[in-house]
């Protein structure tokens, strides 16, 4: 008899979140769990809750209920827009939040990073030199200084063009390939259904979907079979439009 | 630094000396005596051009010819009898002396100037010369009184006075027989007793006329620190205000503007440490910056190196105070550009106000001034300095504690603001 597979190990676990802006719900009991290695696109129209929801998971709000479990301890983050020192060289910012991090070697850190970011011939470049594909890879290597086992990635390719967006997605599969687990919010619905293991759609704060690209469109086959056979993005906008979105 | 340098020495610098044409009529070598004393005509004629720039001229055309292009502001005339006429006032034919003073009224301000410094050098002229006459007066005065010899058109008089008047008249009174005689003498002698007895106050009368008002001087707030230590202390306070001010500000919000804030205090720095380090990086260099220069101006004006814990001081903690401003203004703006302009536009109206000393301008204006600038930390900075720079200077101990104050309340907006950073 074959041995049943061993059940993935969960990275994180949200449950019951709920963050309120004075008397505007931002996030509604929102449910969700993330797999290591998983790669998880959070996705819903402007306002949904999405950024509310990842800076929580980041720890940089803190949700009015509900509770964050993270077996795996810390979580890196990547903000939109890169959180960098555009004056310094993308080695000084490496370096300079290795020590902040307190890595006991930061120069082994700063060459491991740019290792990993296939930037070691730009490190003395000013990072407002770089482009904004490489200053993005700079951003999130510097989220996964903290050794993270989740990466929380805030609208990663805003403002890239299709050769930078391409790369930096190479980028970040190879991450969820070591076993970090890449929880990232998009606009881009194609993006979302290429690069996404599962999906979580949210919209006024509420989860409308947990689960596949696949199984969304079973879901709106169901629920809006003229949708079934169009494009992604087609077939999530009529999916919204059921839902009352 | 140069700015704060400029400002520092421009509000010590006393207002130009305006150019005015000087044309003296009176012959050389004519002496000025009143009651008998002869003036220093060249020593007030030195006073006068020490006031004002002299511009000799040689004719009134000229003098005209120079008010009416403007290449002087004023023009002063010693008519050729001045000095005969200043002479006749101790005499028994005085004569009014007049001088001449012509203006140009299209600089207004300036020829305001011009007045109220001939009206100054006249008036203190007016009563020196005052002073003399009422003592030749009260010469003549004593002459009438006690009697003596008196000097007129070259012949001399014997002048027996009001008390031996008397005293004779009260010698031959017995001898005069009862009657209209003795009762008319008896008037004369009561008459010349009460001139005596009243012309003893006319001295001291025609002395408070010389000199009205007299001027007594009592310093009731500590004596003032010389001019040049209180330009230096304001240069030293604006080097300190910009340098501090405008890093801690724009380093604050440079945190903001490339979105660093939230990565930073994440778990790596606490807010409290990150605006604690800006405050003591604006500080640290502050200090740096206000020594160096004060040792620059070292080589232009004598500072009291004896008291350079004292400079330390008074650097560190208005230093302070200005960092504490400064996060509070990085705190509140978006980026550096705004945080920069923001501590500009704040930082030098408020200083250059804490400068306008009272009496300048109305009680009322002058009370919102000092709330204003009791509000914000360039008063108190500039008292700590001067105290720290001369022993003469304000209490440093008052403006410690002000100090102190103002680092508590900015601090505790500054962290307050520092909230408003986590939004995304």
């Known amino acids: ?245 | 630094m140069l700015i704060a340098i400029l400002v520092g020495f421009a509000i010590s610098r006393g207002p130009e000396k305006p150019r005015v044409a000087f044309l003296n009529e009176v012959p050389k070598d004519t002496s000025v005596s009143v009651g008998g004393d002869t003036l220093d005509v060249v020593n007030a004629r030195n006073q006068l051009c020490h006031r004002i720039d002299c511009i000799r001229v040689s004719s009134r055309k000229e003098a005209i010819d120079k008010v009416r292009s403007g290449d002087v502001l004023g023009a002063l005339v010693l008519p050729a009898n001045l000095a005969e006429k200043i002479n006749s006032l101790a005499s028994l034919t005085p004569e009014q002396p007049k001088v001449e003073v012509i203006v140009n009224e299209e600089d207004p301000l300036k020829a305001q100037i011009v007045d109220d410094r001939i009206s100054s050098l006249l008036t203190e002229a007016n009563l020196l010369i005052a002073r003399r006459v009422a003592r030749t007066g009260s010469d003549y005065l004593g002459l009438i009184l006690n009697g003596g010899h008196l000097n007129f058109l070259g012949q001399k008089f014997d002048v027996l006075g009001l008390r031996t008047s008397a005293r004779v008249l009260q010698a031959l009174r017995p001898a005069v027989p009862r009657g209209a005689l003795r009762q008319s003498l008896d008037e004369v002698v009561r008459f010349a007793t009460l001139a005596r007895d009243n012309l003893d106050l006319a001295g001291p009368l025609l002395n408070a006329v010389a000199e009205p008002i007299k001027v007594d001087k009592h310093v009731i707030n500590g004596s003032a620190p010389p001019l040049d230590i209180f330009a230096i202390s304001v240069a030293a306070t604006f080097t300190l205000m910009f340098v501090t001010l405008l890093l801690v500000s724009g380093s604050l919000a440079l945190e903001r503007e490339e979105n660093a804030f939230a990565r930073l205090t994440r778990g790596l720095v606490s807010r409290l440490e990150l605006l604690a380090e800006k405050v003591v990086l604006g500080v640290g260099v502050g200090l740096v910056v206000t020594v160096l220069m004060l040792a620059g101006l070292e080589l232009f004006v004598d500072l009291d190196w004896a008291r350079f814990g004292l400079w330390i001081v008074a650097i560190l903690a208005g230093g302070a105070a200005f960092a504490a401003a400064g996060a509070a203004i990085g705190a509140g703006a978006r980026e550096v550009r705004a945080a920069s302009l923001l501590a500009f536009m704040l930082a030098l109206p408020i200083a250059l106000l804490s400068l306008v000393p009272s009496g300048a301008v109305g009680p009322g204006l002058y009370d919102v001034i000092k709330v204003i600038a009791a509000l914000f930390p360039f008063k108190p900075a500039l008292d700590a300095m001067t105290a720290g720079l001369d022993e003469a200077g304000p209490s440093l101990g008052a403006a410690l504690l002000h100090l102190a104050i103002l680092i508590l309340a900015y601090g505790t907006l500054a962290r307050l603001a520092l909230r408003r950073f986590t939004a995304l």
């Not at chain 1, 800076?55 to 890196?76: K, Y």
């Not at chain 1, 619905?189 to 509420?206: N, P, S, W």
């Open chain 1, 1 to 245: 008899m074959a041995e049943a597979p061993a059940p993935a190990a969960t990275a994180l676990e949200a449950r019951g979140l709920v963050k309120r802006y004075g008397d505007r719900i931002a996030l509604r009991g929102i449910d969700f769990s993330a797999e290591a290695g998983d790669r998880l696109a959070v996705i819903g129209p402007n306002g949904a809750g999405k950024t509310t929801l990842l800076s929580i998971l980041a720890g940089i709000l803190q949700p009015d209920e509900g509770e964050i479990h993270l077996p795996r301890g810390e979580v890196g983050w990547v903000p939109q827009q890169a959180a960098l020192y555009r004056r310094l060289t993308a080695e000084e910012n490496l370096r300079l939040f290795a020590r902040l991090e307190g890595h006991e070697d930061p120069d082994a850190t700063v060459a491991e990073m740019l290792e990993l970011t296939g930037l070691e011939d730009r490190r003395h470049d000013q990072v407002a030199r770089l482009s904004g594909g490489n200053q993005q890879r700079i951003n999130i290597a510097i989220g996964l200084l903290a050794r993270p086992g989740v990466l929380l990635l805030d609208e990663p390719s805003v403002g890239l063009d299709p050769r930078q967006r391409a790369r930096l997605w190479d980028f970040v599969l190879a991450l969820a390939e070591r076993g970090t687990t890449v929880i990232f919010s998009t606009h881009n619905i194609q993006e979302a259904e290429r690069y996404g293991r599962g999906l979580l759609v949210i919209a006024d704060g509420e989860r409308l979907f947990d689960g596949s690209p696949a199984g969304l469109r079973e879901v709106v086959a169901a629920e809006a079979p003229e949708a079934a056979d169009r494009d992604f993005e087609t077939a999530f906008v009529a999916f919204l439009h059921h839902r009352g979105h």
